[in-house]
């Protein structure tokens, strides 16, 4: 099947992303490895080189065309109303985003931790894009029941920590549905889901 778009005058392949592929394209293109998700394309589904680059070109952050200014694009494979531009307009298809690694970092206290060591450390931020990307999966966070990712901690806020973060009972069923994990983040009782190793730089979250 193919799009056209008004704005460039180019047809545009419809891919079908499967689950992990589309992880892996939406993550290179956050961090801006354009011609790694032009080749990933290539090579997965034997387009040319053009084709690739046309399907990327118009492959945006859900919401906002990729065109002009416009940011209330609310469906799947749409012309932009107000430039005309198609955009494949795809939702990430996951919970695990930037919007809960923010809320995270705001939530850890490391005070009430009761150790010396770590009062006044604070957390400046967690990446969401995890060490590998296909972790994300439906299907890998059913098996794993975590996500390994890396964030900024410290009294400067800034030392680099491996933080793995445990999915327990709610947070599988939530992050199934494509929902928020923000309510399965606890708010007392730190000693019982965060967990600190200064010397190894690891930290352990555990959510409900
Ligand atoms: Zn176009
Ligand atoms: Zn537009």
Redesign the pocket.
């Known amino acids: 099947m193919l799009f056209y778009?008004k704005?460039?005058n180019?047809d545009i392949k419809k891919l079908n992303f499967q689950e992990e592929f589309h992880l892996e394209i939406w993550a290179m293109l956050r961090q801006g490895l354009k011609l790694f998700a032009i080749q990933r394309l290539v090579d997965e589904y034997k387009l040319s080189h053009k084709e690739a680059k046309t399907v990327i070109?118009?492959y945006n952050d859900y919401g906002k065309c990729h065109r002009c200014n416009y940011n209330h694009l609310d469906k799947e494979y749409i012309n932009c109303p107000q430039c005309n531009?198609?955009n494949y307009n795809l939702k990430p298809k996951t919970s695990f985003n930037t919007e809960f690694c923010t809320y995270l970092s705001f939530k850890l206290n490391f005070d009430d931790l009761g150790i010396d060591e770590i009062k006044a450390y604070w957390c400046d931020g967690i990446d969401s894009i995890p060490r590998n990307i296909i972790d994300l999966s439906k299907s890998n966070i059913l098996k794993n029941k975590s996500i390994i990712t890396k964030a900024w901690i410290g009294k400067s806020g800034q030392d680099e920590y491996e933080m793995e973060i445990l999915l327990g009972d709610e947070s599988i069923i939530l992050y199934e549905q494509n929902e928020s994990l923000i309510p399965c983040i606890p708010t007392s009782d730190f000693k019982d889901w965060i967990n600190i190793d200064t010397s190894r730089k690891h930290i352990q979250i555990q959510l409900k």
Do not use: E, L, R, S
């Open positions: 778009c704005k460039c180019n070109a118009h531009a198609f």
